[in-house]
């Protein structure tokens, strides 16, 4: 599987259509390849649309805080919890948790 359009996507209302109706929303990502903007997607509906723009920090925050179950800093043991860099890596974590909340929020457009 290749890698996908790499973020910040962003939601974009396209014109209305000749019949005046509200066009369908298109999601774009800065051109990898130079200058503009690379088209992602469209959506049938502007909620789809932020789902689908937010995607790609949906999926680095889930990576962040999968992470820390793999290498063990979320599991809980009288032996590390005392260790001096545990403190550190909880900021780690709830700063990445904080990440996550944002992408969740710009994915329903609550602040």
Known sequence: MSA???GPWTVYS???DADGTEGLPSIMAPN????????VAQANLTADARLIAAAPDLLAALQSITGYI??????RSIETDGHPDFTIRMMHF???LGAAQSAIARARETP
Do not use: A, I
């Open 32 to 39: 990898p390849l130079g200058d503009g903007l690379f088209y």
């Open 94 to 96: 709830v700063c990445d």
């Open 14 to 16: 396209n014109s209305p």
């Open 70 to 75: 793999e290498n063990g800093t979320l599991v």
């Open 4 to 6: 996908h359009t790499p």
